[in-house]
């Protein structure tokens, strides 16, 4: 007897283990590890993996797997065993680390039918089945007939049938045909009613090309013929209509023109040698290529990949939030043409899926994609890229939390291939990691055009404020944008985006609220009117005048996008806007279209929030305004003053990036912060220097590890006591090195009436930590169902709330 050790899609803790189910005789040959395959669980039927084929089991009586979902497996072994390891690493299940590696499509979907089994006559049944034998749960659910049906299917008159549905769709086009000779369709036009001139007109296709073989959305367009004269057609066995299998391309209808190699520079020689040597001697090497904005990183990917497909390997490049750089996507395909499959959220989930095929069946050797594209499933790895390394969108917020460049090193390891890290504005922890040579440090310094960085200015507010004006443009930024109008010239203008709170600010001084013990800015809470600080905990109330200097306009901060449209409308009347934010960017594809119309120069300006900071590479950009500085500094976050630097940076760059010089001006309420100073004149390594320093002294990353345990239940007390008790475990656990912050209130404390505590652990080395999380988790996922916690561990967590 075969067995098969599988996965079942149950997501809870008695349930993260494999169950044993018997291989019947006629999937014998077929089913192998890395399949999904619907398994009876319990009254249902339900999705599973196979992770293990075996000749015994220690459970006696097994059931049978009902049947499989897939032809070949879906994840090799060497996805298998990144799975266990993401499964330990993450404290996730193994269902989450195995779903989040394939297309949405493959995730199943489940559906009940209730089936009549007896006394169909009864009034109440006939009521609800009318002459149906099955109707779908739903159904019943609308009538508000549960507690009756409950009953029924107790009593055996009613039969649930569980249903595990295949997203995994495959996309068909009807191919129409004809199996008549040429006189046999001379003869059948003739006949027809003159009348049916739209008819003849579809058969006389056929007969110029009797081989003709045409979509049948094709031939309508062709002929103008309706649907129903297509289909009397068939009717009358003069056209044939066929099924056929097509991959959903969503880039169809654009051109890519061909591009070749451009001869490298000096610089870029010297980079791009030991990444070809790792390539070539098949060797795992982490590199951290850091260089500027238009330094001529992406022809260093281009290149090396070349060198991959001559090996007749694979690569795979990350790019962030890729729907919302088109360009990036277009350079691919220009120099690799088909071979490039874009894996990216703005796909619908056929698509997805169809690039995930490509893949899968070796059809595309280059994938481009966001963080999950890191899972696609080569065999034959020759190089991993991840662009702009530093972007907070690698970390996955939800189960499992997993970083792309953890899993791009595993899977560099594995294929024992190079992993390139690329930024203008590296994480600090990867600066760190490549000063310390960890990783191998490469460095572009020149710009491709030779054009000096764009020139910065910094806006102090305060002194806006102090002379009268009360806008949200400055002088200088009013000034600028004037000239850009009359030049013809374009402008960006970014809006620092909110983030879920929002600090207050004296707007005559600049002064921001801090907690007295962290050094970290207070968040202001609009329920209770309370600022707080989330990480220790402390808390006070509104201050109705500045400490600092007494000014009485001291309040929450924040603008929107909206509003900024406005003011321009009255500042600069004839200035046209193209504005890009959550609201204008919703529909599929209205991110690319914007963004074409600011190309084809049909507005001034456009104004956005952090989405428009990235890939803009147009040459008619010569000024970016940024119109507040400060909002993402003041995040209760110890990485406010990185993210700050990296933005700031990354604006600033989309100025002058071809022949016309650039211009930028940053308006804040704190110029003299360093982070905002330092990207005004866009020095990197005193940043770094200087932003080291703030995290020894905070014991933050590179120089702690941490991880975050947030505690959520209905009552308050429970959520702190819980969180209390935790603390104190992972206070016995892990050893005196290790820094245990905690209980303190999340920066959102109640989400859904659900009060939110949190347990910060800052540690070096803690072999127990894992275990320790291991023993918490199981622990409080047994009791959630009667004691209401939830509990979610983040180990390296992005997001502090
Ligand atoms: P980055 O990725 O660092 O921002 P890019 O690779 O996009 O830089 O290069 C900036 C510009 O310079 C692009 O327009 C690119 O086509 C061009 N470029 C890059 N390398 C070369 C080269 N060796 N010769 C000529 N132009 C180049
Ligand atoms: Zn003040
Ligand atoms: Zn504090």
């Not at 109707?135 to 409950?150: D, R, S, T, V």
């Not at 088909?338 to 169809?354: C, F, P, T």
């Not at 966001?370 to 530093?390: K, M, Q, V, W, Y």
């Not at 600090?428 to 490469?442: D, I, N, T, W």
Request: net charge positive; glycine share 4%; with cysteine.
């Amino acid at each position: 007897m075969r067995i098969a050790s599988v996965i079942v899609d149950v997501q809870t803790i008695q349930t993260n283990r494999t169950y044993d189910y018997v291989i019947p005789d006629k999937w014998l040959s077929h089913i192998q590890p890395g399949m999904r395959v619907i398994v009876p669980f319990g009254p249902r039927k339900i999705q599973g993996f196979v992770i293990q084929i075996k000749q015994d089991s220690e459970v006696k009586k097994l059931k049978e797997i009902v049947k499989p979902l897939d032809l070949v497996p879906v994840l090799n072994d060497e996805l298998l065993s990144l799975g266990e390891w993401l499964t330990e690493k993450t404290l996730c299940f193994h269902m989450s680390a195995f779903q989040a590696m394939l297309p949405t499509a493959m995730k199943a979907k489940y559906d009940k039918k209730l089936r009549i089994v007896q006394d169909r006559e009864d009034q109440y049944f006939y009521h609800l089945f009318g002459k149906r034998e099955e109707i779908m749960w739903e159904h019943a659910e609308e009538k508000g007939l549960l507690p009756q049906l409950q009953k029924a299917v107790k009593s055996e008159h009613i039969e649930v049938i569980y249903l595990v549905k295949n997203r995994a769709n495959k996309k068909m086009v009807q191919m129409i045909r004809t199996e008549r000779s040429k006189s046999e369709l001379g003869t059948a036009i003739e006949k027809l009613p003159s009348n049916a001139y739209r008819q003849k007109k579809v058969l006389e296709q056929f007969l110029l090309d009797s081989e003709l073989r045409i979509s049948r959305k094709a031939l309508m367009e062709k002929t103008s013929a309706s649907q129903a004269a297509i289909e009397s057609l068939i009717k009358k066995k003069l056209l044939v209509i066929e099924k056929e299998e097509i991959y959903r391309d969503p880039y169809e209808d654009r051109h890519f023109k061909t591009t070749k190699a451009l001869p490298l520079t000096e610089e870029q020689q010297s980079v791009i040698k030991p990444i070809i040597e790792k390539i070539t001697d098949h060797v795992h090497e982490t590199f951290l290529l850091y260089g500027v904005t238009g330094s001529g990183k992406t022809e260093i990917y281009l290149q090396s990949i070349e060198q991959v497909l001559a090996m007749n390997k694979e690569a795979i490049v990350l790019v962030p939030e890729i729907s919302l750089t088109p360009q990036m996507v277009q350079r691919f395909k220009e120099r690799f043409g088909k071979l490039v499959a874009v894996l990216h959220s703005g796909l619908s989930i056929g698509e997805k899926y169809d690039e995930w095929r490509k893949i899968q069946r070796k059809e595309a050797k280059v994938v481009v994609g966001a963080r999950s594209a890191i899972f696609a499933p080569f065999e034959n790895l020759g190089i991993i890229i991840i662009d702009e390394e530093h972007e907070t969108s690698y970390k996955q917020e939800e189960n499992p939390r997993y970083h792309a460049r953890d899993i791009a090193i595993y899977r560099g390891k594995n294929h024992r291939c190079p992993v390139v890290l690329g930024s203008a504005t590296p994480s600090l922890e990867s600066f760190a990691r490549a000063k310390k040579q960890v990783y191998q440090l490469l460095t572009l310094k020149k710009r491709m055009n030779n054009q000096d960085l764009p020139s910065v200015a910094i806006v102090d507010m305060r002194e806006e404020m102090r002379a009268g004006n009360r806008s949200m443009f400055s002088r200088e930024l009013a000034k600028q944008l004037e000239l850009r109008l009359e030049r013809k010239e374009q402008t960006v203008l970014f809006l620092n985006r909110r983030g879920h709170s929002s600090f207050i600010m004296c707007r005559d001084c600049g002064y921001v609220l801090q907690c007295p013990h962290c050094d970290i800015s207070l968040t202001y809470h609009r329920y209770n009117n309370q600022m707080k600080c989330h990480y220790c905990g402390y808390e006070t109330v509104v201050p109705s005048q500045c400490p600092e200097c007494e000014s009485k306009h001291i309040r929450y901060f924040g603008t929107g996008t909206q509003k900024v449209e406005e003011e321009i409308a009255k500042l600069f009347p004839t200035a046209k806007t193209i504005r890009m934010d959550v609201d204008t960017t919703g529909k599929k594809g209205a991110h690319e279209t914007l963004l074409r119309r600011f190309q084809e120069e049909k507005a001034d300006i456009l104004l956005g929030t952090q989405m428009i900071a990235k890939g803009l590479d147009f040459p008619n950009i010569t000024l970016v305004g940024v119109l507040s500085a400060d909002t993402m500094l003041h995040l209760p976050d110890f990485r406010a003053s990185e993210k700050t630097f990296q933005l700031l940076t990354q604006v600033s760059g989309r100025a002058g990036r071809h022949d016309l010089k650039g211009e930028v001006v940053i308006q804040t309420y704190t110029p003299e912060h360093y982070s905002i100073k330092l990207a005004g004149e866009q020095d990197f390594e005193r940043f770094y220097e200087q932003e080291m320093l703030m995290r020894k002294i905070g014991a933050y990353p590179p120089f702690y590890f941490i991880a975050l345990l947030t505690i959520t239940h209905e009552n308050l007390m429970k959520a702190v006591s819980i969180t209390e008790k935790i603390t104190a475990y992972m206070r016995r656990q892990l050893s005196k090195q290790a820094i245990i912050l905690g209980p303190s209130a999340s920066p959102i404390p109640r989400i859904n009436n659900r009060y939110r505590y949190q347990c910060l652990i800052k540690y070096k080395k803690e072999e127990k930590l894992i275990p320790a999380l291991q023993k918490v988790r199981n622990h409080y996922q047994k009791q959630s169902t009667t004691e209401g916690v939830t509990i979610s561990i983040d180990v390296n967590p992005y997001m502090m709330m």
